[in-house]
């Protein structure tokens, strides 16, 4: 069965740091998509990347990088100079193509906490 | 307009009484889902509908029903409502055509049973 671990439940820092949330994932599906979602504290959840089992390159957007990593079942997000506004519950998710469609398992989420 | 709606956004309602939640779409997605989110247990899924005439179970279902009457309507429906049904709903849609299936989400409808 498909399964998402966020170990880190809360995190505070200070504005400007860098700061990396961690997902490990399980699944038994050679093709699957890796997802993290935002949820800021008006709490609506907001899309942020999607990322399949055959692409392992690092992706880059502005302040926020991932590192997928299919040898340690790992996919952690990094915002470079933490800003208020980063202040949210961030959602790592799975979807196995094989075995379970598009379905979702979200894991518990990280809340992230930036300090002026 | 948003792309994924909930309705009502807000509802308080007693032990009992039967509710129905509503999510409407504009995105074109043939897809569509039913999360609820508790504290400290992230989102799960209750039910998932890959087209108008293919409703299946999720994750969490006992005590909830749905009906898609259209492409773009899922409703979700608590027959008989209990506390432990406290929760925050998400309505999700993804369009399976293109191949991306990623879920784009509602701003969510916040329950209360008293």
């Known amino acids: 069965a498909q399964k998402v671990t966020q170990a880190q439940t809360e995190i505070s820092v200070v504005e400007k740091e860098d700061v990396t949330l961690d997902c490990v994932y399980e699944?038994?599906?050679?093709?699957?998509?890796l997802f993290w979602y935002k949820q800021p504290p008006s709490g609506e959840l907001v899309f942020l990347i999607r990322?399949?089992?055959?692409?392992?390159q690092n992706e880059i957007s502005g302040r926020y990088s991932w590192n997928f990593q299919k040898s340690t079942s790992s996919f952690n997000f990094t915002i470079t100079a933490s800003q208020v506004v980063d202040s949210a519950v961030y959602f790592c998710?799975?979807?196995?193509?094989?075995?379970?469609?598009?379905?979702?398992?979200f894991g518990t989420g990280t809340r992230l906490a930036v300090r002026p | 307009d948003a792309d994924v709606t909930q309705t009502p956004r807000n509802r308080i309602t007693k032990t009992g009484k039967r509710i129905m939640l509503e999510c409407s779409q504009t995105k074109g997605h043939d897809r569509m889902y039913w999360y609820r989110q508790d504290p400290g247990l992230g989102l799960r899924l209750i039910y998932y509908s890959f087209d108008v005439k293919d409703i299946n179970k999720g994750e969490i279902s006992d005590g909830y029903s749905v009906s898609r009457q259209a492409q773009a309507k899922f409703s979700l429906s608590l027959e008989s409502a209990i506390p432990n049904q406290t929760a925050l709903y998400f309505c999700?849609?993804?369009?399976?055509?293109?191949?991306?299936?990623?879920?784009?989400f509602g701003p969510g409808t916040r329950l209360t049973v008293l």
């Open positions: 999700a849609t993804s369009d399976h055509g293109t191949g991306t299936d990623t879920q784009y």
């Open positions: 998710a799975l979807s196995e193509a094989e075995s379970s469609g598009d379905k979702l398992t």
């Open positions: 699944t038994r599906d050679t093709t699957y998509y």
């Open positions: 990322r399949n089992s055959f692409d392992e």
